[in-house]
């Protein structure tokens, strides 16, 4: 007798867990689908970015300096002292990101290619050729 009890028991025991597992299975793929749906309305440019949006200040700058800077080049960015950030992120953590991003290009105090939040253009005098100027101190150059 005790023997069919455990039987019974194992038996109710493993219905449990395979309907646990549907069930998470379920909404496991309810949860994934959502998710595409979301991603799918994204165009490649946001796909790209992501998150980084927060970080970067301008979308366009980033993607200028992608554009711009070969593969095998390197690149610095540098942030002014006033440089006024529309938040906290992009002045601590722009460098950080565009490293992700602009991957396989590596950053370098002595670049000629420049990132540039807010920096002092005129300190390279006519150097610094302006690739390109999103306002609000977000300029992307390269010295000549």
């Given at each position: 007798m005790?023997?069919?009890?455990?039987?019974?028991?194992?038996?109710?025991?493993?219905?449990a867990v395979a309907v646990s597992c549907v069930v998470g299975l379920a909404k496991a793929l309810d949860d994934l689908d959502a998710r595409i749906t979301r991603n799918e309305s994204l165009d490649y440019l946001?796909?790209?970015v992501a998150g980084g949006n927060g970080v970067v200040g301008s979308q366009a700058l980033a993607f200028q300096a992608k554009?711009?800077?070969?593969?095998t080049e390197t690149y610095a960015v540098i942030v002014g002292p006033d440089f006024k950030a529309a938040n906290e992120y992009t002045r601590d953590y722009a460098a950080d990101?565009?490293?992700y991003l602009l991957f396989p290009r590596r950053q370098a105090d002595d670049a000629r290619w420049i990132v540039?939040?807010?920096?002092?253009?005129?300190?390279?005098?006519?150097?610094?050729?302006?690739?390109?100027d999103a306002g609000d101190g977000y300029t992307f150059g390269r010295l000549r």
């Open positions: 005790p023997r069919r009890h455990v039987r019974l028991g194992v038996a109710i025991v493993m219905l946001d796909r790209l554009a711009w800077i070969p593969a990101f565009l490293n540039c939040y807010g920096c002092d253009r005129m300190a390279y005098g006519s150097r610094f050729e302006t690739l390109f």
